[in-house]
């Protein structure tokens, strides 16, 4: 009798699957193909055993099976018969209803089931495993102000890269912060400030442009669409509007669909421009074409100048592309201002030149910023670019495109040994990068400074100026020429990279030779109208050569000329201020004034004359 009753409860414990109603009903007749599971639900890796548990099969939002449970008598344990419908592959996610509260259960399940027709998985000895996880709560900021003050948090704990976080306060970022999503609440607001980093490895919920705010310095790093943001660019204002050779600024938008009327300026006078290298002036101004762009373009670079306004806002969706960018470069063989290229970082976070962007058809692998503050253009060969921030560069040939790269670029750009060259003065500079590569290449084309009065540096190569270019790597010497603008004193500096065994600077004018393995800078004087053509970068230990127009240089208080006669020091007002006669050796010259003077030598062959500075 014993044995009749626990045969007939084990029946209607297994039957009680055909006597509940389902709560998800799928209509069969609705696909072509269906699909065979048996599976076996798991909570938190603990089998379940609840014939309470409904089991859902969805693809996307659409339902495509369901079952309950019945308990198998051959291994007795509960186990879900699926039959799953579609007219295609798909991907099948799963969700649970619980009979006995009658509500679809909150656990999450993050596996996916490739749909196969006519297809099986798992069997009764061996069943496919649903396993579901509950939910961790989310961590909520409640307070007002910084994101690592744990009072400003619900239960005074911070969050770590696994939770989940809601906003529910005004939370500011200062430093680094990885967390695995984000919600902003209605009516709420956080702000990633200047050194702040916020990445986030799932999904961010916002679709208000003043919640989430990224200021200049600050980097989000995130992969899901439609998250409103606005990015705040600082401004740097020129010195003098009706004469602004400084406050330019190169910009790029952040954003997808930041419009350009919202990021000029609301407060004084403003200017804003595209570069076209193909139209007849290149700059093409927004003020005065109809036809400029309703929305910056991802990745493409504008020049501005705001009077007195010293922030402005991208305001539109963040980019989501984040693993991958390519952008296009234009080149024209027929006219070179095209092969010009102003582009942007078109992301919310650092890249970085020689890691995260490949390139090799652009000019020696270079870049273009704009100083601000100066006027004046800055040549690169490495770098980070930051949010916001616009750079040109130069296209060597056709069919030339930019690679972003989230993580280090598939195919890193080499940094081969470069000389820096930099000249400064009264807080403006210029600079020219001279490259040893393998071979003499064409390299970055120089461009006019904004700052007509920033003394230039820079090499030639068939008369054409460079502020970037390489040489063989059997080079000797090097012409850098140096044109001064207005007279003054000057600094070059030299930053160094890579291993050479002698390295030299020769001041054809003084004859100084500087080692530049132990000194790095070399100050001098000169004019206007100095010869440009100043200055030797010499590879090798030979010993200076002087030619015909330089036969004279200066070491400390010692004047040496390396000619015989009669020496005279002339002033530029054409006075004789020291006169040597049947020259031998040097000459003392530590009593004259800091200034510049003309050296003639007299003999019965010739008159030669010279310029030498005495500083």
């Known amino acids: 009798m014993k044995k009749l009753f626990i045969t007939i409860s084990m029946f209607l414990i297994a039957n009680f699957a055909y006597s509940t ?11 072509e193909f269906n699909m065979n599971v048996t599976a076996t639900v798991y909570i938190d890796d603990v089998e379940q055993q609840n014939e309470m548990l409904e089991l859902g099969v969805f693809c996307g939002d659409e339902l495509r099976g369901s079952a309950l449970p019945r308990l198998s008598p051959l291994v007795n344990k509960y186990i879900y018969d699926l039959t799953i419908y579609s007219d295609q592959a798909c991907d099948l996610s799963f969700k649970l209803y619980d009979h006995s509260t009658n509500t679809v259960s909150d656990l999450v399940n993050d596996q996916i089931l490739v749909f196969v027709a ?3 998985a798992g069997n009764a000895f061996n069943p496919y495993v649903v396993n579901f996880t509950t939910p961790i709560p989310a961590v909520t900021f409640t307070g007002n102000g910084s994101w690592e003050e744990t009072s400003n948090w ?3 704990t911070l969050p770590t890269e696994t939770d989940d976080v809601v906003i529910d306060g005004d939370a500011l970022i200062s430093n680094e912060v990885v967390i695995k999503s984000l919600v902003i609440n209605a009516g709420k607001s956080l702000t990633i400030q200047n050194g702040g980093i916020l990445t986030v490895t799932e999904t961010i919920t916002n679709t208000d442009y003043d919640a989430l705010i990224i200021e200049d310095g600050g980097q989000i790093i995130q992969t899901n669409e439609n998250v409103a943001a606005t990015f705040k660019k600082n401004i740097v204002n020129p010195t003098s509007w009706s004469n602004p050779v400084s406050g330019w600024q190169f910009i790029s938008s952040p954003m997808l669909d930041a419009a350009t009327e919202g ?12 570069f076209d290298g193909a139209a007849e002036l290149q700059w093409v101004n927004y003020k005065k074409h109809d036809d400029f762009e309703e929305t910056f373009t991802p990745g493409v670079g504008y020049i501005a100048s705001y009077e007195s306004q010293t922030t402005a806002s991208f305001q539109g969706t963040l980019n989501n592309e984040t693993e991958y ?3 296009g470069i234009d080149y024209n063989s027929s006219n070179d201002w095209v092969n010009f290229n102003l582009l942007g970082n078109p992301f919310c976070f650092d890249i970085v030149w020689e890691d995260n962007i490949h390139c090799k058809k652009i000019a020696e692998d270079g870049f273009i910023t704009l100083n601000s503050t100066t006027g004046g253009y800055v040549y690169n060969v490495e770098g980070v670019i930051k949010p916001g921030e616009g750079f040109m560069v130069y296209a060597e040939t056709k069919r030339v495109s930019l690679e972003y790269y989230k993580e280090l670029s598939k195919s890193r750009n080499e940094i081969t040994d470069y000389i820096n060259v930099i000249a400064s003065n009264n807080n403006t500079f210029d600079n020219v990068i001279i490259r040893l590569g393998e071979k003499e290449v064409a390299g970055l084309p120089k461009l006019d400074n904004i700052n007509p009065n920033i003394a230039e540096i820079y090499v030639k190569n068939d008369e054409r100026r460079y502020g970037i270019f390489s040489y063989s790597p059997d080079v000797t010497e090097i012409l850098l020429h140096f044109d001064a603008k207005e007279m003054g004193n000057y600094t070059l500096t030299f930053d160094i990279n890579g291993n050479y065994e002698n390295l030299y600077l020769i001041d054809k004018m003084t004859g100084e030779r500087v080692n530049l393995l132990l000194e790095n800078e070399y100050t001098f004087t000169a004019m206007s109208n100095d010869n440009p053509e100043r200055f030797i970068i010499k590879m090798d230990n030979s010993q200076q050569t002087t030619d015909n127009s330089h036969f004279a240089y200066i070491s400390g208080e010692e004047l040496f000329v390396n000619a015989e006669g009669t020496i005279q020091i002339i002033d530029l007002m054409g006075r004789v ?10 000459i003392n010259i530590g009593e004259l004034k800091n200034a510049a003077y003309i050296v003639r030598c007299v003999n019965e062959k010739e008159v030669r004359t010279q310029k030498i500075v005495v500083l």
């Open 21 to 31: 109603d389902l709560y998800w009903q799928v209509n069969p007749y609705a696909f």
């Open 118 to 120: 006519n297809g099986t």
């Open 154 to 156: 619900q239960g005074a």
């Open 263 to 274: 990021f000029v300026s609301a407060e004084g006078d403003y200017d804003l421009y595209k």
């Open 325 to 327: 960018f390519d952008f």
């Open 577 to 586: 201020v020291m006169t040597e006669e049947n020259h031998s050796g040097s």
